[in-house]
Nanobody
């Protein structure tokens, strides 16, 4: 059975940092990404990493860094200079494709999410 488990969320003041991790089990994935969902809003793309590189949504460029440890089948999201608008539930997603994807419907597997709250 495929399972994705996120960790590392919490409460942080604006300007602070958090590091999220997602551990996958059951199989390996060529593409892994992060999405987030603020209260009352749709789930949106944050970052993705595949064999060919990384891609970020404009609002987090220069502040967030996605990385992966292939040996541990884990993807991480280092978040710095956090803003209140970064608040939301962060979800890990995985897919078998080789091309980075930015739409939630394009991913086959999801974690249950971890809450990130940034206070002003």
């Amino acid at each position: 059975q495929v399972q994705l488990v996120e960790s590392g969320g919490g409460l942080v003041q604006a300007g602070g940092s958090l590091r999220l991790s997602c551990a996958a089990s059951g199989r390996t994935f060529s593409t892994m990404g992060w999405f987030r969902q603020a209260p009352g809003k749709e789930r949106e793309f944050v970052a993705v990493i595949g064999w060919s590189g990384t891609y970020y949504t404009d609002s987090v460029k220069g502040r967030f860094t996605i990385s992966r440890d292939n040996a541990r089948n884990t993807v991480n999201l280092q978040m710095t200079s956090l803003k209140p608008e970064d608040t939301g539930v962060y979800y890990c997603a995985a897919d078998s494709g080789l091309i980075p994807k930015v739409t939630p419907k394009q991913y086959d597997y999801w974690g249950q999410g971890t809450q990130v709250t940034v206070s002003s």
